[in-house]
C-alpha cells in the first residue's frame, strides 16, 4: 500500500517531510506529487520518497508553449498580457499534467490514502476526490490507521488529574 | 434561556470551547505552547473540553486563484457525505483538538484573514455553533472573533490577547471594526501583559473595566531542572526565531566583542529563522565560526537539553508580549540576560539581579557585553531556586488556572470520571 501526499510547494515542508518520515518507518511507500522536485530535494526530503513532479508536463502543455512563443516574440506581451492570463488558468494547467501524466504511472488501488498538504494542492485534491472516489482523501495524514490503532472518537476518556495535582 | 435548553445543557455537563490560530502541529511544533498549557491548565474544571485549532495555509496570491481554492476546499468538506473530515484527535491533556487547515490569500488585510478562519470552521462545525457555555478565543483576531461568530447566545465569551502584532490590526480599518465587535461581545479581554492591555484600554477606552491582566500559563513544575547548577557563564544560547526583531545579529556582535577575551565562550543560536545564513557568515568573518553553533530549530521537547548543556540564555529582542523562553529558562534554573522589551519586565518582577538580569533594548552590542560583565561579577547573588518559585506562583499551571477560571465563572473542578 502507499500513500500520496499533495504538496505544490514547500510552504508546509516540515509537515509533508515529518508525514513522509512517518510512514517510511512504519514501511509505506510515499509518492509526492508537486511542481518542483530539486525544493522538495533542498528541504531534505528522504530519497525514498518517489516523487513525481509536474514542471515539465506543465511546460509542454500547449498554453505554457503558447507562452513561450509569446515570450521569443515580445517580452513585454508575455509578462503584462500572457502571464495575468497563464496564472489563472495554471490550476487547471497543473490538473492536466496530473491527470495525463502521474494519473497513469500510479496505482490507484494500491493508494491507501492522500494527504493534501498545501492550498495550492487543493484544487488537484478535489479533482481526484472526484476521479476516485473511494479514495481517503485528508488534510492531515491519518496516522492511527499505520499503528493499527482505531481512530479515537469523542467519549468518555481517561484524564488527567485536576490542575492542581499537577504540582 | 427556555427551560428545555437548560434540561438539556445539564445533562451535557460544563462545556468549554477554545478556538485558537496558534497550536502545536507538525508543521509548527513550537507554535501556540502557551495554548496549550492554558488549555491543559482549565481542562478539569470542565467535563469537556473542544480546542479549534484553524491553522493558516497560505495559497495564492491571486483573487482568482484564491477563489478557485475556496471552491474546491468547500466541494472537499462540505455537502452531506463530505470527502474530508474534521476528525478531533485526544490530546492526552485532557482535550480535544480539532486541526482545520485554512487557506488564506497572503496580501490581504486581518480583516480578511478573519472571514477566511470563520468560513474554514464553519466547515468543521456541523451544528453552526460551538456547544459550549464558555467560550475561549485566542487572539483577538482570529480567536476572539470565532468566538463571536460561533458561540451560542447566553454563553460566556472570554477572549485573551497576546499577539505581538495587535498594533497592526488596529491600524487597519476594517480588521479594527471587527476587533471592535470582538470587543464588545466578549465578557473578559484577557491580556498576557500590561503592556497589552494598555494598548486595548486606549484604542477601547470605553470597555477598560473588563480588559484585565491574566498571564499564559506555563507549566513550569513540569520543567525539567538543570542537573548541576550553574558554575560560570561561558556557554550562552539564544533560543527562537533568527531574526532581526529578536536581536539577533546584536547578540552575534556582542558575543564577537566578548569573546576576544575570554576564548571560553560559546554561543548556540537554536532556532530558524530569515537570518541563519547571514549570521553564519558573519560569524565566519569574526572568526568565530567554531565558537557559533546553529544547530537550527529543535522540538519543544528536545529544547530543555540544550538549556541544560548551556550556562546563560541571553534574550535580546527588541519586543515581546510575553516572553515565553526566559521564563522556561528560568523556571528550569538558568540565568537569563533579557532586554526590557516589554513582557521580560514584568515576568521578572521582582526577579532582576535574582534569576538573571535586565538590560535596555538598544541597539548597540556592548549593552549585551556590558550585561554579560555585570552578571559575572553579580553570579553569587543569583538565586535559581527563588527565581522558579517566584515563576511558579506567578504563572505556573496552578495559578493560572485558578485566575482563569474564576473569569470563566467556574471554580470547582469537576470529577475525572464525569469528563468527556
Known sequence: ???????????????????????????????????????????????????????????????????????????????????KIYRLLRPYVLWRATRAGVGRELDWAAIRQVVVCDSHAIPIGWHLAKRHPRLTVGFELDRTAYLGLQAPQPGRQPVPSAPSGND | MNVAGSMERASLGRRLAVTTPWHPTAQ??????????????VAGFFDSVRLYH??????????????LVDRAYRALTSGPNPRIGFTPRWTGDGYWVTDIATPVTP???????????????????????????????????????????????????VVTEHASFLGRILGQPRSRALYAEVVDRADVLVCV????????????????????????????????????????????????????????????????????????????????????????????????????????????????????????????????????????????????????CGGPQETLAGLDGVAGLLIDVSDDPEVIVEGYRRLTRQMTRLDAARGRAALIERYGTRAVAARLTAVYGVEQPVQAEERV
Open chain 1, 1 to 83: 500500500m502507499s500513500v500520496l501526499l499533495l504538496a505544490m510547494s514547500t510552504t508546509r515542508a516540515t509537515a509533508v517531510r515529518t508525514a513522509a518520515d512517518f510512514l517510511l518507518e512504519h514501511g509505506e511507500d510515499v509518492a509526492l506529487i508537486t511542481v518542483d522536485a530539486e525544493a522538495w530535494q533542498r528541504e531534505g526530503m528522504d530519497p525514498r520518497v518517489r516523487i513525481h513532479p509536474l514542471q515539465a508536463a506543465e511546460q509542454r502543455h500547449p498554453l505554457a508553449r503558447l507562452g513561450s512563443a509569446v515570450r521569443r516574440l515580445s517580452p513585454a506581451a508575455y509578462t503584462k498580457g500572457y502571464l
Open chain 2, 28 to 41: 509548527r511544533p513550537f507554535a501556540g505552547s502557551f495554548v496549550q498549557a492554558t488549555t491543559a491548565a
Open chain 2, 54 to 67: 484553524t491553522e493558516d495555509w497560505p495559497g495564492p496570491t491571486d483573487p482568482v486563484q484564491a477563489r
Open chain 2, 107 to 157: 496580501k490581504r488585510d486581518y480583516a480578511a484573514w478573519a472571514r477566511s478562519h470563520e468560513s474554514a470552521l464553519r466547515q468543521a462545525l456541523p451544528s453552526g455553533r460551538f456547544d459550549a457555555d464558555v467560550v475561549h478565543g485566542h487572539v483577538g483576531i482570529y480567536g476572539g472573533w470565532l468566538a463571536l461568530r460561533f458561540a451560542r447566545p447566553g454563553a460566556r465569551i
Open chain 2, 193 to 340: 501583559s500590561e503592556k497589552l492591555r494598555g494598548q486595548l484600554v486606549d484604542a477601547f477606552p470605553r470597555h477598560g473595566a473588563k480588559i484585565q491582566v491574566v498571564p499564559n500559563a506555563v507549566a513550569i513544575e513540569q520543567v525539567p531542572q538543570r542537573p548541576a547548577p550553574v558554575a560560570g557563564l561561558n556557554r550562552w544560547i539564544y533560543v527562537g526565531k533568527v531574526a532581526a526583531a529578536k536581536g539577533v545579529p546584536e547578540l552575534v556582535e556582542a558575543f564577537g566583542i566578548a569573546a576576544k577575551d575570554e576564548p571560553a565562550l560559546r554561543l548556540t543560536i537554536l532556532g530558524s529563522g530569515p537570518l541563519v545564513e547571514p549570521l553564519r557568515e558573519r560569524a565566519a568573518q569574526l572568526g568565530l565560526a567554531d565558537r557559533i553553533a546553529f544547530p537550527g530549530a529543535v522540538p519543544p521537547q528536545r529544547v530543555f537539553e540544550f538549556l541544560h548543556a548551556h550556562d546563560l540564555l541571553v534574550h535580546p529582542s527588541k519586543s515581546e508580549t510575553f516572553g515565553m523562553t526566559v521564563v522556561e529558562a528560568v523556571g528550569s534554573g538558568m540565568p537569563v540576560l533579557v532586554t526590557r
